[in-house]
T-cell receptor
Framework: AQTVTQSQPEMSVQEAETVTLSCTYD???????LFWYKQPPSRQMILVIR??????QNATENRFSVNFQKAAKSFSLKISDSQLGDTAMYFC?????????????FGKGTKLSVIP | DTAVSQTPKYLVTQMGNDKSIKCEQN?????MYWYKQDSKKFLKIMFS???????INETVPNRFSPKSPDKAHLNLHINSLELGDSAVYFC????????????FGPGTRLTVT
């Protein structure tokens, strides 16, 4: 079974600084998708960024970028120029689209606090 | 316009009652899901529906039953509620043939007393 591990339960960063959240996963598949979701105190789950495993280029979305290391099964999220609104739980998620299964497998999350 | 909506957002009820949570998506997606987030914030898939067919059913008690009247709606019905059912329930949707990102509703916080 696929597993997703986020080894940092909590992190903090000063406003305007850069922070990296770690995620590792375990899978025997070669084609899959990885996501980072953000859950602010409002509870809403917000998609931050996605990465297709077949793409070597790391995904970027404005201040958010990933470091995808397929061989190491590592998928870290870098947040640049941190803002107060980035304070949230961040979940790493894995999806394998084969065999009729489309479920997201989530890590346990990292609680990020941005300090003014 | 809200992409994925759920009602109600809060639900407080007593043990043994039966309740339903409604979900609707206006994204034109063909697959919908229910996730449960426990008190430790862990998210786990419960069900998914594609074209009105159940394609995933994790180890969920049969007191929980998803019902999909059409591909834009996936409701969750819970019978004989137990204290352990207290959690936040999220509905989500996606396209089965890609892109695979799932879009979530605002969640329903269920409290069983």
């Amino acid at each position: 079974a696929q597993t997703v591990t986020q080894s940092q339960p909590e992190m903090s960063v000063q406003e305007a600084e850069t922070v990296t959240l770690s995620c590792t996963y375990d899978t025997s598949e070669s084609n899959y998708y990885l996501f980072w979701y953000k859950q602010p105190p409002s509870r809403q789950m917000i998609l931050v960024i996605r990465q297709e495993a077949y793409k070597q280029q790391n995904a970027t979305e404005n201040r958010f970028s990933v470091n995808f290391q397929k061989a190491a099964k590592s998928f870290s999220l870098k947040i640049s120029d941190s803002q107060l609104g980035d304070t949230a739980m961040y979940f790493c998620a894995y999806l394998y689209s084969g065999a009729g299964s489309y479920q997201l497998t989530f890590g346990k999350g990292t609680k990020l606090s941005v300090i003014p | 316009d809200t992409a994925v909506s759920q009602t109600p957002k809060y639900l407080v009820t007593q043990m043994g009652n039966d309740k339903s949570i409604k979900c609707e998506q206006n994204l034109g997606h063909d697959t919908m899901y229910w996730y449960k987030q426990d008190s430790k914030k862990f998210l786990k898939i419960m069900f998914s529906y594609n074209n009105k067919e159940l394609i995933i059913n994790e180890t969920v008690p049969n007191r929980f039953s998803p019902k999909s009247p059409d591909k834009a709606h996936l409701n969750l019905h819970i019978n004989s509620l137990e204290l352990g059912d207290s959690a936040v329930y999220f509905c989500a949707s996606s396209q089965i043939h890609g892109p695979y990102e799932q879009y979530f509703g605002p969640g329903t916080r269920l409290t069983v007393t």
